[in-house]
């Protein structure tokens, strides 16, 4: 079965400092891998995806995202956090064995300080 | 223009009440989605489907009826609401089943009283 785990409900970090949001995965198969951001109010926008290649994944609006294969971890990270990177961040998954469902895990909350 | 629309944005209604909520997407996506978003923002896919077919069924009550007249459209009704009916449901859609990147309108928040 394809699970998703956010360890943190929360992460807080001082504007300019970096920032870190943590990710495990389980699946079938090879792992497909995302990761969405929800303003308040809003639906979910798409940030970055892995599928194959390079471990080092860059998305939208300075994002990246680390895929670790022995770790079955997909950290989302940022060199320096802005106050308006304030949101909740989603971690997707999906194998390449079969099925067409994306799991999401809990979601975590990032607070960007001033 | 707006890629993933829903309506209504916001349903208050009681229990024991039938409701539909409509989504349309203009990006011409072959494959629609529908995921219930918990008071605790646990996002959990309901159905899906495919160029109007049903393709993913979780195992949600069945006065869930979803409902694509065609695949720019997906519509959810719900029959005899109950209290833990009550969340923000979103509507997405992707290029087709194997696509990977979804993207989503800007949910409804049903209150059931």
């Known amino acids: 079965a394809q699970s998703v785990a956010q360890p943190e409900d929360q992460v807080n970090v001082a504007e300019g400092n970096p920032l870190t949001v943590k990710c495990t995965y389980s699946?079938?198969?090879?792992?497909?891998l995302f990761w969405y951001v929800q303003y308040p109010n809003r639906g979910l926008q798409f940030l970055l995806k892995y599928i194959t290649g390079d471990n080092l994944v860059k998305g939208s609006y300075g994002f990246e995202a680390e895929f670790n294969k022995s770790q079955t971890s997909f950290h989302l990270k940022k060199p320096s956090a802005l106050v308006s990177d304030s949101a909740l961040y989603f971690c997707a998954v999906r194998g390449d064995t079969g099925g067409f469902k994306t799991i999401f895990g809990a979601g975590t909350r990032l607070f960007v300080k001033a | 223009d707006t890629a993933v629309s829903q309506t209504p944005k916001y349903l208050v209604t009681q229990m024991g009440n039938d409701k539909s909520i409509k989504c349309e997407q203009n990006l011409g996506h072959d494959t629609m989605y529908w995921y219930k978003q918990d008071s605790k923002k646990f996002l959990k896919i309901m159905f899906s489907?495919?160029?109007?077919?049903?393709?993913i069924n979780e195992t949600v009550p069945n006065r869930f009826s979803p409902k694509s007249p065609d695949k720019a459209h997906l519509n959810l009704h719900i029959n005899s609401l109950e209290l833990g009916d009550s969340a923000v449901y979103f509507c997405?859609?992707?290029?087709?089943?194997?696509?990977?990147?979804?993207?989503f309108g800007p949910g409804t928040r049903l209150t059931v009283t």
């Open positions: 699946v079938s198969g090879n792992p497909y």
């Open positions: 489907y495919n160029n109007k077919e049903l393709i």
């Open positions: 997405a859609s992707s290029q087709d089943l194997a696509a990977l990147e979804q993207y």
